[in-house]
Structure formats: C-alpha cells, structure tokens
Antibody, heavy 121, light 110 residues
Framework: EVQLVESGGGLVQPGRSLRLSCAAS????????MHWVRQAPGKGLEWVSG????????GYADSVKGRFTISRDSAKNSLYLQMNSLRAEDTALYYC??????????????WGQGTLVTVSS | QSALTQPPSASGSPGQSVTISCTGT?????????VSWYQHHPGKAPKLMIY???ERPSGVPDRFSGSKSGNTASLTVSGLQAEDEADYYC??????????FGGGTKLTVL
C-alpha cells in the first residue's frame, strides 16, 4: 500500500526556518517524481515545488522561489522541503504528493494527509 | 504563474449532470495535455479523478469525465450523487517544471 506521511510542521515565527519531511513507503521511491502542494486556511490548493526521480528537474512556485528548497534522499525514501525566511502567507497545510506514471508527468495519484505550518509571532 | 480560473461554485440535483470549467492560457492548459482534476473533501487528502485531460484512474466512476478545448478544460459529473459534493480543483503543467492549480469549485448536490 502506497503511503506518504508528512512531518515537521509547527508554529514558527516570521523570518525563521522549518524543514518538512515526507516518508514514502509501499512503492519504489526512486522511480517517481514528487511534489509539495499546500492549502492555506480557507483557500484553494497551491502547487509549491516538484522534483524529478533523479533530482534532475526541479521547479518552484514564484511565491516560494529563493526561499524554499526541495530535495530527496533515496536511502531514506524521503522527500524534504527546506523553508527559509517564512512569512505569514506561508501558513498552510502542506501535502506531499506522488506523480502518477512515475516520471515526466504532472498529475498526482497519491497524497499524504498533510502537515500544518503556522507562521506567526 | 497565475492560477487557473474556475467558477467558485456549481450545483445540481441528484441524477443531473454538471460541468465545471477551468480556463488557463496557451502556456498551460492550452499548451499541454497535462490537465488533471482532483476531488477534495475537507479534512481528507485530495483524490485524483481525471488525468491527462480525459483519462480516468481505476476506481473512479465513469460518471466523471474530462475534456479540453483550446485554453479551457472541463470536468463533467453525470448522474450526480450526494457523495459527489466536494471541492474540485483542476491543475495543469505550465512549463519549466511548474504546475498551476485552479482556484477550486465547490460542488453542491441539491
């Protein structure tokens, strides 16, 4: 069974950093591109970042470019999101999602339950 | 990276059909056949309903269908059921390893 479990969320002050993790199981992690998607309270889904199976292709939303860094560790079957210079508008539930068909496509067939990030003083 | 445009709400009675539109540009929806649709019930993980414009994952009822014309994609739900009430989001590849979502449509089954 495919499972994606996010962790690392919490309350953080503006300007500080946080690192999110997503532990993957039930599939061959190295074969799949992975993404982060967030949902701010009362708002819609917003794509944040994506990384190819071999880390060869990486993309970021304009809203996080230069502040967030996506990475993955095949030895730990894990996806990460390093979030620096956090702002109030980064407050959201952060989901990790797996790309269907493995690589080179842009739809998400499995999602985690999300980890909540709250940026507030 | 502007969000795709969806109507905020849609509704229909049980058994009826409803279509939700998703309008982008030639740089996203119109430029690629990488449009997907997600059903999202509050408190749960989003669920893939349609991918690559019109493909349906196994387990998704054939009451759900997708299409695209120019810069606008559409999700049609036929034979509405109470359990279809949820938020629906479209998304599209937008080039340069970027993805964009629509603002979401709240579907109400009357």
């Amino acid at each position: 069974e495919v499972q994606l479990v996010e962790s690392g969320g919490g309350l953080v002050q503006p300007g500080r950093s946080l690192r999110l993790s997503c532990a993957a199981s039930g599939f061959t992690f190295d074969d799949y591109d992975m993404h982060w998607v967030r949902q701010a309270p009362g708002k819609g889904l917003e794509w944040v970042s994506g990384i190819a199976w071999n880390s060869g292709r990486i993309g970021y939303a304009d809203s996080v470019k230069g502040r967030f860094t996506i990475s993955r560790d095949s030895a730990k079957n894990s996806l990460y999101l390093q979030m620096n210079s956090l702002r109030a508008e980064d407050t959201a539930l952060y989901y990790c999602a797996r790309v269907g068909r493995g690589s080179g496509d842009y739809y998400f067939d499995y999602w985690g339950q999300g980890t909540l990030v709250t940026v507030s003083s | 990276q502007s969000a795709l445009t969806q109507p905020p709400s849609a509704s229909g009675s049980p058994g009826q059909s409803v279509t939700i539109s998703c309008t982008g540009t030639s740089s996203d929806v119109g430029g690629y056949n990488y449009v997907s649709w997600y059903q999202h019930h509050p408190g749960k993980a989003p669920k893939l309903m349609i991918y690559e414009v019109s493909e349906r994952p196994s387990g998704v009822p054939d009451r759900f269908s997708g299409s695209k014309s120019g810069n606008t994609a559409s999700l049609t739900v036929s034979g509405l059921q109470a359990e279809d009430e949820a938020d629906y989001y479209c998304s599209s590849y937008a080039g340069s390893n970027n993805v964009v979502f629509g603002g979401g449509t709240k579907l109400t089954v009357l």
